[in-house]
């Protein structure tokens, strides 16, 4: 485990699925937040921490897909470049 933020859910739940782990959803009750406390969230700032964290535990679980993806683009980008279009 790597994850020091709002990512960690992200890397658990990839971990989980990857040793088929049996999970479920637990409903749970919100209540508003107290008067005067703000968010810890940044939307775009965690976001982007999730998605990094996604792709780096695609990378390292699934390095073939992964790396044959950026082989496809390379390769298309060559052909267009070499054939003058």
């Known amino acids: 485990m790597e994850a020091r933020g709002f990512e960690i859910e992200t890397e ?4 989980a699925l990857e040793l088929r782990v049996p ?3 637990i409903r749970t009750r919100y ?5 005067g406390s703000t968010s810890k969230l ?3 700032r965690d976001g982007f921490r999730i ?3 996604m792709a780096r535990l ?4 699934k390095p073939l897909p ?6 496809a683009l390379f ?3 060559g052909l267009a470049l070499g054939s003058g279009a």
Request: negative net charge; proline residues 3%.
């Open 66 to 71: 992964f790396f044959s993806g950026f082989a």
């Open 51 to 53: 998605l990094a964290t």
């Open 23 to 25: 999970s479920a959803e």
């Open 42 to 44: 940044s939307t775009y």
């Open 58 to 61: 695609f990378r390292d679980v």
């Open 31 to 35: 209540f508003e937040r107290p008067e």
């Open 75 to 77: 390769a298309v980008i």
């Open 12 to 15: 658990l739940t990839v971990h």
